[in-house]
């Protein structure tokens, strides 16, 4: 979705401990349509750029079917489709995602952990294994500033310099 920013910032102490996720998702909780509040700037999203969200979409097989939004430069959408796995059946909070698909085979999978949860489901923290991804999700165009700073703790908690994460534009019309 975005990039570059911050890369001088060092990291919190912490940041070579393993990452920890939350104990438990409740996939059917989690459905739904999440929107894109900041995001460490990334490769695979540097032509997004405002209006980012993520719908996900229990499917009967226990899979998750992902589809990714945003609004270009150009004003044209991005549409990206992919699915997910949990790995972690414990906890739920541990899957792998593909956005590739190779004649009905899933290629090039990648980690989402759900690292942070609010208890109500309002916002949530997705990263990956080795922190070099990482995004801030919530149901709302924008979090409330205790939802922030909650959210802003839990990144700190986890190794994560909450500065590092680029804040998403939305237009207020999704």
């Not at 969200?53 to 992902?66: I, K, N, Q």
């Not at 208890?119 to 990956?128: G, I, K, Q, R, S």
Request: proline residues 5%.
């Amino acid at each position: 979705m975005a990039l570059g920013l911050c890369f001088s910032t060092p990291l919190p102490a912490d940041s070579n401990k393993p990452l920890e996720t939350v104990d438990r998702v409740d996939l059917e909780r989690y459905k739904g349509r999440w929107y894109e509040i900041a995001k460490i700037p990334n490769r695979f999203q540097r032509k997004c750029d405002r209006d980012t969200s993520a719908t996900y979409s229990l499917r009967p097989d226990g899979r998750v079917t992902v589809v990714n939004r945003c609004v270009e430069a150009d004003g044209d959408e991005s549409v990206s489709k992919g699915l997910a796995k949990v790995v972690d059946t414990a906890t739920n909070a541990k899957l792998k995602v593909s956005f590739v698909s190779l004649l009905g085979i899933r290629l090039f999978w990648g980690d989402y952990w759900v690292i942070g949860l609010d208890p109500d489901y309002e916002w949530a923290l997705v990263n990956e294994s080795k922190r070099k991804y990482g995004w801030i999700l919530a149901r709302q165009l924008q979090l409330t500033p205790e939802q922030w700073e909650a959210a802003r703790s839990t990144l700190r908690d986890r190794g994560y310099n909450p500065d590092n994460f680029v804040p998403t534009a939305h237009s207020g019309t999704q």
